[in-house]
């Protein structure tokens, strides 16, 4: 008996653990992540694993849906492509502070639980907060980038040039694959056109899946030159989570000349991208 309650309770505390890898299995509903945003909706397209935020190399272990819709183990890669290219150094929360205000705020973004307040918080202090936003994108802290990209995506039309810049900056120079993604979603409710070269740079680049998808997600959401291009491109990433959101973008933008593209995917071995492709193609005419 004290056996069986022992098991069990092991069972509901394995159950707890925050989830750091994303299935997407043939033929099978994939089920949402355990991270549950307290601003954005929730999405099943990202799941934020538990890289730490300095450094390049590989990081961590995540499952990806590879192009058969099969779960595959992989070393997830940190850096995008364009963090070779110029600097993005971070630093402690303590030195990018300039007062109690700025102090207290990263504070309260290195805990997660804490997201309301910081977004309330931030919003009644106008540029102030979002000047503190901006700083949080380049705190050594991964929860405290996290929590940035989160606050500005909510922020939406009140964001100045420099805080997209800055968020755009985060999409493809953020050393963690999560904080990539996690700026790419941001952008979803944002809609900045000045994002697109980012966007479509993490689309076309970033070795992390749940980056691509999201920016994949945010271009469908942004239109703007060459965009429907680079999303015709990406209905032949490897990974399902990327086609399936280049699908419903092309779709979003009414993109036409997209069609034959499409129904090329009409026997994608993953059934969620084959139905999204008959619906896409129906709204377009393409039957």
Known sequence: ?????????????????????????????????????????????????????????RVGAVESAGKGGTAVHEERPRLHPA??????????????????????????????????????RVSRAGSRGRRVVGKALRCRDRNVRMQACLVFGNLKGRLAKEDV?????????????????TAAKAFVAIRAREAVPALVRSLEEDPFAPARANAAWALGQTGGTG????LR?????????????????????????????????SDDPNSMVRERVREVLRTLGGH
């Not at 069972?11 to 989830?19: D, K």
């Not at 810049?165 to 993604?181: G, I, K, T």
């Not at 965009?227 to 680079?230: C, I, L």
């Open 165 to 181: 810049a800055a968020l755009a900056d985060a999409v493809v120079l953020d050393p963690d694959p999560d904080v990539r993604a």
């Open 83 to 120: 963090a070779r290219e110029r600097p993005y150094p971070l630093d402690d929360a303590d030195r990018l502070a300039s007062d109690d205000f700025e102090r207290e705020v990263l504070g309260w973004m290195s805990d997660p639980r804490k997201g309301p307040a910081v977004l309330e």
């Open 227 to 230: 965009v429907v291009k680079v």
């Open 1 to 57: 008996m004290v056996c069986r309650r022992w098991m069990s309770l092991l069972s509901v505390l394995l159950a707890a653990l925050p989830v750091a890898c994303r299935k997407g299995e043939g033929g099978r509903t994939v089920p949402p992540d355990g991270y549950r945003s307290p601003y954005l909706p929730a999405d099943p397209g990202i799941a934020p694993g538990s890289g730490g935020g300095g450094g390049g190399g």
């Open 233 to 265: 491109k990406a209905l032949r990433d490897e990974d399902t989570w990327v086609r399936l959101r280049a699908v419903t973008a092309l779709g979003r933008l009414r993109a036409r000349e997209a069609i034959a593209d499409l129904q090329a995917l």
